[in-house]
């Protein structure tokens, strides 16, 4: 059975949500808040701790109106037209809408958080001693990260492409 384009760039928007999402439910039923466990010494850790911000916990002070509207309301508006943006551009090659569309799934699973719980939970961190360390991170963001990294890619392709013909 082949699955539509429109069907399988749902089916991927909503495995992205329910990774992130059942790995949270995991984290909070199983870790205590700001409890850390270290599955390889100090270098990845698990924890639990909540975002009321964005990326990294900017915009976590700022008043609940305006964090409303930036976190919120401006996200699912992006994130609405993202999706109407994958669906109806049928010129996008398979690697920005596989993109794209984590991009979208990592989005909305965060933006749900927000709405359910009025926070992001994070749990994720990575310290590889000084060479690259994270932010305490979770699932969507990983999905973000990778959609992001396979359109930059995939956009560096298309221009070398175009530059060589």
Do not use: H
Not at 55 to 74: E, V
Not at 96 to 110: D, E, R
Not at 143 to 162: A, H, N, P, R
């Amino acid at each position: 059975m082949k699955l539509t384009r429109n069907l399988s760039i749902f089916l991927l928007i909503i495995f992205n949500i329910a990774i992130d999402q059942i790995s949270k439910v995991i984290v909070r039923a199983n870790i205590d808040l700001r409890e850390v466990i270290e599955l390889i010494g100090d270098k990845f850790i698990l924890t639990n701790v909540y975002n009321k911000g964005a990326f990294l916990g900017m915009g976590s002070d700022m008043n609940d109106t305006l964090r409303l509207l930036l976190l919120l309301i401006l996200p699912t508006c992006v994130l609405g037209y993202l999706i109407y943006y994958i669906i109806t551009n049928k010129s996008l090659d398979k690697w920005s809408t596989i993109a794209l569309s984590c991009i979208a799934g990592g989005g909305i699973a965060n933006v749900f958080d927000r709405i359910a719980f009025g926070k992001v939970t994070d749990f994720f961190f990575i310290d590889l001693g000084g060479v690259f360390k994270t932010g305490i991170f979770n699932v969507a963001d990983m999905s973000v990260s990778f959609g992001m990294i396979i359109l930059v890619y995939t956009w560096f392709i298309s221009s070398k492409k175009k530059q060589n013909t």
